[in-house]
T-cell receptor, first 115, second 112 residues
Framework: GAGVSQSPRYKVAKRGQDVALRCDPISGHVSLFWYQQALGQGPEFLTYFQNEAQLDKSGLPSDRFFAERPEGSVSTLKIQRTQQEDSAVYLC?????????????FGPGTRLTVT | DAKTTQPTSMDCAEGRAANLPCNHSTISGNEYVYWYRQIHSQGPQYIIHGLKNNETNEMASLIITEDRKSSTLILPHATLRDTAVYYCIVRVASNAGNMLTFGGGTRLMVKP
């Protein structure tokens, strides 16, 4: 079946521009996570949704980062007034609940380059 | 979540078994050991997880020591496509909101 998809795959933004990154999770997956991966590092947690509720946003680095999942399926990560330090790969993952919650399915990521 | 320690890099000959170690000496009783891998330019991929018994699936085997302070991921017949960064993660299995905490992982290079 279809996996997690993300768009765009690549995004170049000039410093100060706003960007929106989209994630389509696996159908029926209740949980959705966003991670940020800097070059040469492991992914780092940004935020978590259970259905449409954003239950954890402790990893968002600043108030310029905003995420939503209004209908409990597709999610959008928005970054306002982008800075060069925002350059990274942004990964989305979805999972079931219960004992298989640790099996997260990742999308291919969106590579954001801020110039 | 408990911290894990993995070697930075390892090499393996194609067709041989790849044994990737992980130390997690502070693991709690309700924490599972998860393994993920990330092939270049792709998102991480779930491989396997276990609590205390050894586990095997179509991708790999997971051996957890009796004291649960360390584990080994085994790829029985490594191929060039297994070249990736392998992450060992410990987390509570049933907590849906518990994010994955990735460390540096082990960069496995499978060579012809």
């Amino acid at each position: 079946g279809a996996g997690v998809s993300q768009s765009p795959r690549y995004k170049v933004a000039k410093r100060g521009q706003d960007v929106a990154l989209r994630c389509d999770p696996i159908s029926g997956h209740v949980s959705l996570f966003w991670y940020q991966q800097a070059l040469g590092q492991g992914p780092e947690f940004l935020t978590y949704f259970q259905n449409e509720a954003q239950l954890d946003k402790s990893g968002l680095p600043s108030d310029r980062f905003f995420a939503e999942r209004p209908e409990g399926s597709v999610s959008t990560l928005k970054i306002q007034r982008t800075q060069q330090e925002d350059s990274a790969v942004y990964l989305c993952a979805s999972s079931r609940t219960g004992t298989r919650a640790g099996e997260q399915y990742f999308g291919p990521g969106t590579r954001l380059t801020v110039t | 979540d408990a911290k894990t320690t993995q070697p930075t890099s390892m090499d393996c000959a194609e067709g041989r078994a790849a044994n990737l170690p992980c130390n997690h000496s502070t693991i709690s009783g309700n924490e599972y050991v998860y393994w993920y891998r990330q092939i270049h330019s792709q998102g991480p991929q779930y491989i396997i997880h276990g609590l205390k018994n050894n586990e095997t699936n179509e991708m790999a085997s997971l051996i957890i020591t009796e004291d649960r302070k360390s584990s080994t991921l085994i790829l029985p017949h490594a191929t060039l496509r297994d070249t990736a960064v392998y992450y060992c993660i410990v987390r509570v299995a049933s907590n849906a909101g518990n994010m994955l905490t990735f460390g540096g992982g082990t960069r496995l290079m499978v060579k012809p």
